[in-house]
């Protein structure tokens, strides 16, 4: 039985701008074969589009809330959204 592609809006909010975040999460996301997008947001959280198979998708939430060795994440929230149009995983501006 194939697993279900599960998409899921995320905000992520704490230290997350200026600590590597955005390239991190690229990284993870794209480990865990994931589509979509990660961006800062102008108040100064980070927010991200996910989209797989909803057991990588989950094991990404969880990641998301130590996020890298310099973030300081206080809150994962995740939340419906669109699937990304695009192939593979990118970070915008």
């Not at 794209?30 to 990588?56: H, T």
Request: charge should be neutral.
């Amino acid at each position: 039985m194939q697993n279900q592609t599960t998409v899921t809006g995320v905000n992520v909010t704490g230290k997350v701008q200026g600590v590597g975040f955005r390239a991190w999460t690229q990284a993870e996301a794209k480990a865990r074969g994931l589509r979509g997008w990660v961006r800062n947001q102008a108040d100064g959280s980070v927010r991200a589009v996910l989209s797989g198979p909803e057991p990588a998708v989950a094991d990404m939430l969880r990641a998301l809330e130590n996020g890298p060795e310099a973030a300081d994440v206080t809150r994962v929230a995740p939340e419906p959204a669109e699937p990304p149009e695009q192939a593979g995983f990118e970070i915008r501006r």
